[in-house]
């Protein structure tokens, strides 16, 4: 059974950084693109970050370029997400998501087809 788990969430004060960890098991993640995506209290699931199977193209929602990377360990079957200068805008559960198709050409919530269960990121101001 295909898993994802993300870890590394928490309480943090603005200008602060995290660094989130999404543990994939039950199948190889090595040839999924793999992304974070974000929900705040009372908004839509947004994209965020994203990387191609092959870690060779990356792409990032304009509001975290420059602030978060994501990098990703296939002899792991782990991805990352370091998040540095955080605001508190960037208060969100944080998810992990897998697309089989691995291009990165669809960054959609609704074209993933792995979720993890989420880590919830507290900026505080």
């Known amino acids: 059974q295909a898993q994802l788990v993300e870890s590394g969430g928490g309480l943090v004060q603005a200008g602060g950084s995290l660094r989130l960890s999404c543990a994939a098991s039950?199948?190889?993640?090595?040839?999924?693109?793999m992304g974070w995506f974000r929900q705040a209290p009372g908004k839509e699931r947004e994209f965020v970050t994203g990387i191609t199977r092959s870690g060779q193209k990356i792409y990032n929602t304009d509001s975290v370029k420059g602030r978060f990377t994501i990098s990703r360990d296939n002899a792991r079957n782990t991805v990352y997400l370091q998040m540095n200068s955080l605001k508190p805008e960037d208060t969100a559960v944080y998810y992990c998501?897998?697309?089989?198709?691995?291009?990165?050409?669809?960054?959609?919530?609704?074209?993933?087809?792995?979720w993890g269960k989420g880590t919830l990121v507290t900026v505080s101001s």
């Open positions: 039950g199948r190889t993640f090595s040839n999924c693109a």
């Open positions: 998501a897998a697309d089989r198709a691995g291009t990165g050409s669809r960054w959609s919530a609704s074209a993933m087809d792995y």
